[in-house]
T-cell receptor, first 119, second 111 residues
Framework: GAGVSQSPSNKVTEKGKDVELRCDPI?????LYWYRQRLGQGLEFLIY????????KSGLPSDRFSAERTGESVSTLTIQRTQQEDSAVYLC????????FGGGPYEQYFGPGTRLTVT | KQEVTQIPAALSVPEGENLVLNCSFT??????LQWFRQDPGKGLTSLLL?????REQTSGRLNASLDKSSGRSTLYIAASQPGDSATYLC??????????FGQGTTLQVKP
């Protein structure tokens, strides 16, 4: 079946502009995660959605970053007034309910990422 | 705060060698540990997932072990091939399901 998809695959923007990144999770996956990977660094957790629960925003680096998710489908990550330090690959992942009773977190499936370059 | 460390940061071996990649984590209260492969310009591919109650998982030439009490995992690659060249990432899952990643080990297998 279809995996996690992300768009655009590449985005070049000028400093100060706003950008929107999109993630389409695997159908039926209630959990959705955004991660960021800056050049030469590891992956950093940004935000996590689980069903209709309040999202875990603990990884968002500043108030310029926000994300929304419509039900259990598409999510958009918005970065306002982009800065050069925002340049990174933004990865989205989805999984089944990670904390269902009797089980632990499920395997996360990653999309190909969006490479954002802020000039 | 959970921290994940991978050693070595980079590794270069001739084709055919067996090799071991190391991962350590500071908080043993994990649900599972995953090993991923990342190729340049591409997303992550999950290689092996070990639940906290398990000791190891095997897939083909790959074997991953987990010692939760000591906070360690190893990824063993047998008979390495040039196609194994990639960055290998270790990640542990905490109580919300979010992954905490190590910095990765970049592997080069020379023909």
């Amino acid at each position: 079946g279809a995996g996690v998809s992300q768009s655009p695959s590449n985005k070049v923007t000028e400093k100060g502009k706003d950008v929107e990144l999109r993630c389409d999770p695997i159908s039926g996956h209630t959990a959705l995660y955004w991660y960021r990977q800056r050049l030469g660094q590891g992956l950093e957790f940004l935000i996590y959605f689980q069903g209709n629960s309040a999202p875990d925003k603990s990884g968002l680096p500043s108030d310029r970053f926000s994300a929304e998710r419509t039900g259990e489908s598409v999510s958009t990550l918005t970065i306002q007034r982009t800065q050069q330090e925002d340049s990174a690959v933004y990865l989205c992942a989805s999984s089944l309910n990670p904390l269902r009773f009797g089980g632990g977190p499920y395997e996360q499936y990653f999309g190909p990422g969006t490479r954002l370059t802020v000039t | 705060k959970q921290e994940v460390t991978q050693i070595p940061a980079a590794l270069s071996v001739p084709e055919g060698e067996n090799l071991v990649l190391n991962c350590s984590f500071t908080d043993s209260a994990i649900y599972n540990l995953q090993w991923f492969r990342q190729d340049p310009g591409k997303g992550l591919t999950s290689l092996l997932l070990i639940q906290s109650s398990q000791r190891e998982q095997t897939s083909g030439r790959l074997n991953a072990s987990l010692d939760k009490s000591s906070g360690r995992s190893t990824l063993y690659i047998a008979a390495s091939q040039p196609g194994d060249s990639a960055t290998y990432l270790c990640a542990v899952t905490g109580n919300t399901g979010k992954l905490i990643f190590g910095q990765g080990t970049t592997l080069q297998v020379k023909p």
